[in-house]
T-cell receptor
């Protein structure tokens, strides 16, 4: 089982709609969870971090964490063309290493 | 401005040649990391260092070497033993050096694209 798994395939959403991204992880002891945005040809940029069960909102972004089910999700409300990017889920394990998923490409259609 | 500087942005390697990628940070972070990203793939950890003069192998260390002589600097050498070096190389740093600060995120430099001539 891969450490961090993200849904495969690009996600196309109309402008103004909600984009929903999911991520599951295998290490039940993981405590820190991050979402990075990566534009094509650029480096990853941290957009959200979450450490406790529940929701965390920051602007148009909401991260949701469920440790019992071992998943973390990211919602992008009112999607804009500038949100078109690849979103990487990252999970920090007890050895302080980050494990990354392969990413979800989001395409916002004007 | 505080940040992580990687150089060069683009690098070409001849067969049999070693090349060194530079990574410098002025964030006063203890931990530094090197990742490799191939098209359509996630990030894979090459080496990491949690403190000066110490570093550990990541998941794909073969064909690479690093040093950590200064807190600010963590250069990566891609040796001739790395037969498939073409990739996007990313350096990151974070504040934590121990599990006490395990919630600290990693921040990335702009990356170096390495290709074979």
């Amino acid at each position: 089982q891969k450490e961090v798994e993200q849904n495969s395939g690009p996600l196309s959403v109309p402008e103004g709609a909600i984009a929903s991204l999911n991520c599951t992880y295998s290490d039940r002891g993981s405590q820190s969870f991050f979402w990075y945005r990566q534009y094509s040809g650029k480096s990853p940029e941290l957009i959200m971090s979450i450490y406790s069960n529940g929701d965390k909102e920051d602007g148009r972004f909401t991260a949701q964490l469920n440790k019992a089910s071992q998943y973390v999700s990211l919602l992008i409300r009112d999607s804009q063309p500038s949100d078109s990017a690849t979103y990487l889920c990252a999970v920090k394990s007890g050895n302080n290493r980050l494990a990354f998923g392969k990413g979800n490409q989001v395409v916002v259609i004007p | 401005d505080g940040g992580i500087t990687q150089s060069p942005k683009y690098l070409f390697r001849k067969e049999g040649q070693n090349v060194t990628l530079s990574c410098e940070q002025n964030l006063n972070h203890d931990a530094m990391y090197w990742y490799r990203q191939d098209p359509g793939q996630g990030l894979r950890l090459i080496y990491y260092s949690q403190i000066v003069n110490d570093f550990q192998k990541g998941d794909i260390a073969e064909g690479y070497s690093v040093s950590r002589e200064k807190k600010e600097s963590f250069p990566l050498t891609v040796t001739s033993a790395q037969k498939n070096p073409t990739a996007f190389y990313l350096c990151a740093s974070s504040r934590d050096s121990t599990a006490l600060y395990s919630n600290q995120p990693q921040h990335f430099g702009d990356g170096t694209r390495l290709s074979i001539l």
